[in-house]
């Protein structure tokens, strides 16, 4: 079975640019995360949905990112004026309730972004 | 108070070893706990999950929870030095998302 898939894998852009990250969950997984790994902060999580609804967006930083989950196979994240400090790798996973309380997420490879 | 604690390491151990890995967290009502192994520029591989207290094993990693003491630990036998990496604990309060904890890096020296 595919993994997370994830495009672009790397991402260079100029600051004031708008930014498209997309995002194809595992086949069958109903849950959808996106996060951003920095080395000051960490792996920290933006937003999640479940069955293509936003569930939690309490960790996206500002008004300037938003994402969606138009259907089950493909979500994207969005930045509007792209920053420097939005410079980070991106990743989104996967996963499914397992038939208890069991949420094991499978990440994708991740999108690196450098906006200069 | 962080929600997840983890000694940034690195923990250096020789080939063969036992590497010991431990990670506390503060909220109580935590009931899942996952071990991720990070290669530098990879992104996060789910290696062990544990929901009950004691210890699981799975070939030479053993993860085990003390949620009296709010503690969970991954040990791995005979470490190679491709175990070298950055471990991160994660663990769900039932709200689905996870909470991780910076990573440990681990270096086994051949």
């Known amino acids: 079975d595919a993994g997370v898939i994830q495009s672009p894998r790397h991402e260079v852009t100029e600051m004031g640019q708008e930014v498209t990250l997309r995002c194809k969950p595992i086949s069958g997984h109903d849950y959808l995360f996106w996060y951003r790994q920095t080395m000051m902060r960490g792996l920290e999580l933006l937003i999640y949905f479940n069955n293509n609804v936003p569930i939690d967006d309490s960790g996206m930083p500002e008004d300037r990112f938003s994402a969606k989950m138009p259907n089950a196979s493909f979500s994207t994240l969005k930045i509007q004026p792209s920053e420097p400090r939005d410079s980070a790798v991106y990743f989104c996973a996967s996963s499914t309730n397992s038939g208890g309380p069991y949420y094991e997420q499978y990440f994708g490879p991740g999108t690196r972004l450098t906006v200069t | 108070q962080k929600e997840v604690e983890q000694n940034s390491g690195p923990l250096s151990v020789p080939e063969g070893a036992i590497a010991s890995l431990n990670c506390t967290y503060s909220d109580r009502g935590s009931q899942s706990f996952f071990w991720y192994r990070q290669y530098s520029g990879k992104s996060p591989e789910l290696i062990m999950s544990?929901?009950?207290?004691g210890d699981k094993e799975d070939g030479r990693f053993t993860a085990q929870l003390n949620k009296a003491s709010q503690y969970v630990s991954l040990l791995i036998r005979d470490s190679q030095p491709s175990d070298s990496a950055t471990y991160l604990c994660a663990f769900d309060t039932g709200r689905r998302a996870l909470t991780f904890g910076s990573g440990t890096r681990l270096q086994v020296q051949p």
């Open positions: 544990i929901y009950s207290n």
